[in-house]
């Protein structure tokens, strides 16, 4: 069955050091991965999104993502996180033959400490 | 302005009402989505259609009807409201290179 696994529900990491989310996918197709993030009380911004080329994206806010297919990963990284990068993030995942349809992960809430 | 919008914002009703959530989009794009998001389970696809007239059930259909007669709109009906979909309710719309755009959400309590 398709899926998408965010393993870590909560991260806390200090201001000014660097951030990895991890994010797995199962699916048969080639997948099309997103990260999006959803500042409280509102909807889901779009940080990347990988469909193919080079495996390393580079997002909005200094956000890049690295696609590893024989990992089955597509984890987020921030070289020196702001305090205003506290949120939550989802990854997603979708494929050419899914109707545009996503599949996202449970979500991973980000907290930062100053 | 451009973009997708969602009304209400909040509501609450009561069990068994009938409640109609709004969703709108000014990019044509063909593809919307209804999802409801709940602590613990993420985002989860209630609906979506491809086209005017085209719907098809996702993951959580139950309880939920859409209608799409125009391109723009995309509604999302509780026939009988339950406490079990007291919920955070996103739209989103989807362009040509398969990227979705997400409303504000209406967050939806059921007494």
């Known amino acids: 069955a398709q899926s998408v696994t965010q393993p870590d529900i909560h991260i806390t990491v200090s201001e000014g050091a660097s951030l990895e989310l991890r994010c797995n996918y199962s699916y048969g197709a080639t997948p099309y991965l997103f990260w999006y993030v959803q500042s409280p009380g509102q909807g889901l911004q779009l940080l990347l999104k990988?469909?193919?080329?080079?495996?390393l994206v580079q997002g909005i806010k200094g956000f890049e993502a690295e696609f590893k297919r024989s990992q089955s990963s597509f984890n987020l990284r921030k070289p020196s996180v702001h305090w205003s990068d506290a949120a939550e993030y989802f990854c997603a995942v979708g494929a050419d033959n899914q109707g545009g349809k996503l599949i996202f992960g449970q979500g991973t809430e980000l907290s930062v400490k100053p | 302005d451009a973009g997708i919008t969602q009304s209400p914002r909040y509501k609450i009703t009561e069990t068994g009402r009938q409640v109609t959530l709004m969703c709108h989009q000014t990019w044509s794009h063909s593809y919307m989505f209804w999802y409801r998001q709940d602590l613990g389970h993420g985002l989860r696809l209630i609906y979506y259609?491809?086209?005017?007239?085209?719907?098809d059930k996702g993951e959580v259909p139950d309880g939920y009807v859409v209608s799409r007669s125009k391109t723009e709109n995309f509604p999302l009906t509780l026939e009988s409201a339950t406490r079990s979909q007291t919920s955070v309710y996103f739209c989103?719309?989807?362009?040509?290179?398969?990227?979705?755009?997400f409303g504000p959400g209406t967050r939806l309590t059921v007494l």
């Open positions: 989103a719309s989807r362009d040509r290179r398969d990227t979705q755009y």
């Open positions: 990988y469909f193919s080329g080079d495996t």
């Open positions: 259609s491809a086209a005017a007239d085209i719907t």
